[in-house]
């Protein structure tokens, strides 16, 4: 007593498959898009991070100059 399945009825399932994929594709974009944006933040703080730390130490040594100067020479 076993139903045959027609390829109609495959046909209209797989059709109701694309039609909730496509929905769950719509509904998570912006949740993809907000998550490469997250991404591409990360990388431009990474770039910040690693210019900042040859900036601190250029500074530092500036302070430290300056303190030098102003301690020794400076009397």
Request: proline content about 1%.
């Amino acid at each position: 007593m076993t139903q045959e399945v027609t390829h109609e009825q495959i046909y209209e399932r797989l059709l109701a498959v694309e039609n909730k994929v496509d929905s769950i594709d719509k509904n998570t974009s912006g949740l993809v898009d907000a998550l490469k944006a997250l991404d591409g933040a990360f990388k431009v703080l990474g770039w910040v991070a690693s210019a900042a730390k040859p900036i601190l130490w250029v500074g530092a040594l500036i302070m430290a100059a300056g303190a030098i100067w102003q301690t020794w020479i400076k009397k």
